[in-house]
């Protein structure tokens, strides 16, 4: 259970319509003693290296919409570290050389956001610094030679205002804004120290391994005037958090341009600078790293042995996800209802639809049997079966929280399977949802997945089980309130998600817990899930317009810096 | 610090070694020494051998034989030939483990240290402590292609509370980090002049170390705690571009020899999951092998597949996970096949090693994700080698567990189960770390000195 220390942070009204409706993740049936709550002496320990989270009890999700925001919440200022697309991007940007990332360790997902954008848990760990290392060495080289054509000076006993030169072209590009002159003289004196041992050329080079290799590179800052409290970010700052929030790229030349005059303090101007971003491919790719975590898409890897079949069915659902955000000013209806899908050769028999080749094609698929991201063949193969593909549902799109399953859960599997062998799994889940200490918590996400039961475990429309029997795909909503209901399948549910508060907003939450980086929180953050999420909504639920209010919000633009 | 709980319900010494059947030795919970050993004659080394999903219990144990020895299980029978090289360990408990005492308490296996976040380890994993005792890193490796991105699934070998080490999973990279800068002693020229290259190196670390430190005294303690762990990572960059070789460790020639292996190393991947799996995991055991018989390092974790999920090298359908829940069609049949698979594995790891001939001073230790069924209790355990390391081999140690297996890690803490952290603090006194304890402290009980002396 959070500490509320921070009531203030939203209106008197807000909180207490907060504290009214209660807490969503209470979960009736827990048995005392049971698996929650564990270790709660331990109250700084859940965060990793991020230290210690403070924020009030957090607003059902459904409530959001009703609050009151006088005060926000300043996020803590922090360093981020470069991912390794953006480290990539960056050297590219730099020093105008490809890296190749492909021995980098990938970002881990941090377990309470689900993605991998998380800004407390990443660090240079040896993997990183081993290729940023090498790849440093590489770009130095080639740098060096290019500096060499391009500027006279350094033909020949380079002085310190050449060399300075070289640091204020190359530093400042690198470390996305410019240098002081001290910074600068810093790197002019080592060059000039390693130049007695080493002659020029070596130094030049090794000034060049310096900068690639440094923090100011590697790390994002979002810390302001670094003085202690509630800071207003530096233009620069602000510049690269655009960038890399939306792009994983640094700062544009008309970025750097815009914060080098001052400019980004300027809501509208930054809106204007989103909205150019959101149209490159850079912004498209994000998009596709949102989806894949979102919906996990990595446990195909496991679940399909083809690993053709298992990479399109990815790119498939990447593609969907990607022409509503980007490409056709989708709507958060369309996400959750449209009956389209890209496929190929490989996906076509599983769609059941003609197709040839393995360029993915869009074609329009029968409305009674498809409709959104949650029957596309991506989720379905990653989730077989109703259990996983209902925890997902649950926590993914309804935001809400399941308790982990009691000590010796899993040797329940008998009575979740039931006597019958050709039982459908509405009948194996009408025959467990009654049986304890189970049935009680099951019964908040199984019958989610129960509503996808017309897709069997590669994501191909049935009609009935592998027995014969007609499936059910029917069941109920339960915990939000405003999207409680019955529904009977998951097209329908879809549409309940698509038309509730609960699902707007926690749409909102997840996009900026990916995006901010970090655990956004329905608690201390719920009124930038507001502000974002009212804007989807004010403007038709049209997905981009989500992206652009992250920019917007003061949480973009305010940092307090703690101890 | 909590007051232990197993020390206030300490049995008593009658309950050691009560024999149970020919060959087997049952063994009481307590069986401890304070003595504290010595740093090991030899050098040692450590792998740890990690699969997902635990195992069919059933099929995979051993039996005790008559007049002393044990047989293996079916599912372990590839490893008959390695048998007087093999202890198969049962009974040991997670006491480290979550309340929710299942999959996701991998990420507390190779630590045990206790911590209310169920997908977090509080503490240095045993790969790290020993690497750390010889003044480096492990290898942390695993085997593509599985999940893009770590998460709980994968973070098994943790630096130190809350950071945990990728898994490197490219053979290619874990050849050119290792040997990369390496020269096998068959060149023969331990007088090799230094390379001015390597003194450039070290000055561009030691510069990019003052950035560091500049950089860090703007942030706050959290964000500083990262920057530390970067400066910890150039420490290992340093040793391999800024530090001329140590070769005094690098043995013989021929085990050392690199023959092929960047080769292997670079090969690609094979369409067919099953085959590469095989492949690539093969190879890296070579990698590991060599790099314990040239000196360069001490310690590796082999992460074979992600838990709760994982490829099924059965082909029978269904993934690892789906067929350990029988989720997957013939689940009885396949589980038991998985395991067997793997253990074929095992044995290519103690062939590995012992081709190289540093079987005898290394600690290979085959841990799984969870026993059986969503549980940390009961678990078996495989250790091979170490014999030069005073490892008992050819053991069957079973013992004793009571209460329900899927009860919880309040079942695993009972005082009367032993705690699979002594199997940890008898592999670190192996490898001349003289501690009575590892992890929790109130979960450590001396060490399995029926595994180990001392």
Known sequence: MRTVT????????GFAFALLVGCNAVIAGNASGGPTGGGGSNSAGGTSMGGSIVAPNDVPTQAIGALTCDVRYAPDGRVWRLSPEQYAAAVADSFAMNVDISAMPKDGINQSTGFSTGSSDNYVTVGFADVVWDAGKLAAESKAAQLQTQMPCLSSAPDAACIASVVTQVAGRAFRRPLPDAETQRYVQFFQTQSKVNGEGAALRMLLQAIANSP???????????????????????????????????????????????????????????????????????GDQFVSQYLQLSGLDSKVTDAAVADAMTASTQAFFSNLAFDSRGTFTDLMTAPSAYVNAALAPLYGVAASGTQLMRVELDPTKRGGLLTQLGFLAAKPGPIHRGRLIKEGFLCGDIPAPPPGASLQKDKLAGPDPDATEQQRWQNFKSQQPCGGCHTMFQP??????????????????????????????????????????GLELGKKISASATGRYCFAKRYLSFAFGRDVTTGRDACAIKGVGDRMIQNGLVLSELFVAMTQDDSFYQRNNVE | MTKSASSLLRPSRRDLLRGLGAGA????????????????????????????????????????????????????????????????IRGLCNKSASTKSSHEDCVKILTCVSGADTSTGYGPSIDQVVAKQFGGRPLTLAVEKFNAEPNWQTKISWVKAGAFEPHVKSPKAVFDNVFGNFMPPTAGDATRAPDPILAQNKSVLDFVRGDISLFKSRLSKADQAKLDLHLDALREVEKRVATT???????????????????????????????????????????????????????????WQPASDGINPNRGGGNHHQVSHYEAPNSAEQWPAIDAWYADRFKYAIEALASRGVLDNTVVVWVTEISESHNQNDFVNLVAGGKNLGIKLGQYLKYPFVGDEGGGVSVGRDARNRSQADLWVSIQKALGIAQDTFGDAEHSSGGLTELRNG
Request: charged residues 20%; contains cysteine.
């Open chain 1, 6 to 13: 921070e009531i203030g942070r939203l209106s008197p009204l």
């Open chain 1, 216 to 286: 100011e590179l590697l790390y994002r800052t979002e810390l302001g005037s670094g003085a202690p409290g509630n800071v207003q970010l530096l233009d620069h700052e602000l510049a690269a958090q655009l960038s890399f929030m939306l792009t994983d790229a640094p700062p544009s030349d008309a970025l750097r341009a815009a914060a080098d005059a001052a400019q980004l303090s300027d809501r509208a101007t930054v809106a204007k600078l989103a909205k150019d971003l959101l149209a490159t491919p850079a912004a498209h790719k994000k």
């Open chain 1, 448 to 489: 989610l997945g129960l509503g996808f039961d017309h897709y069997d475990e590669m994501g191909r429309y049935r009609d009935t089980n592998a027995a014969g029997r007609s499936i059910d795909a029917s069941g109920a909503i339960v915990g939000t309130s405003d999207a409680d209901g019955s529904f009977v399948d």
């Open chain 2, 25 to 88: 030795v049952l063994l009481a919970p307590f069986a401890r020494s304070r003595r504290l050993d010595a740093a090991p004659a030899v050098d040692g080394n450590l792998l740890v051998f990690f699969t997902p999903n635990g195992f069919a219990r059933d099929k995979f144990d051993a039996v005790a034989s008559a007049g002393g020895g044990y047989t293996f299980k079916p599912s372990l029978a590839a490893l008959e030939p390695h048998r007087s090289n093999v202890s198969v």
């Open chain 2, 245 to 303: 070789p140590d070769l005094s460790r690098s043995g013989n020639a021929a085990a050392c020899a690199l023959d092929g292996l960047s080769q292997r190393a670079s090969a690609a991947q094979l369409a067919d999951q099953v085959d590469n799996l095989k492949a690539q995991g093969e190879t890296m055991l070579d990698l590991v092998a060599t790099s314990f018989a040239c000196g360069l390092k001490r310690s590796a974790t082999l992460f």
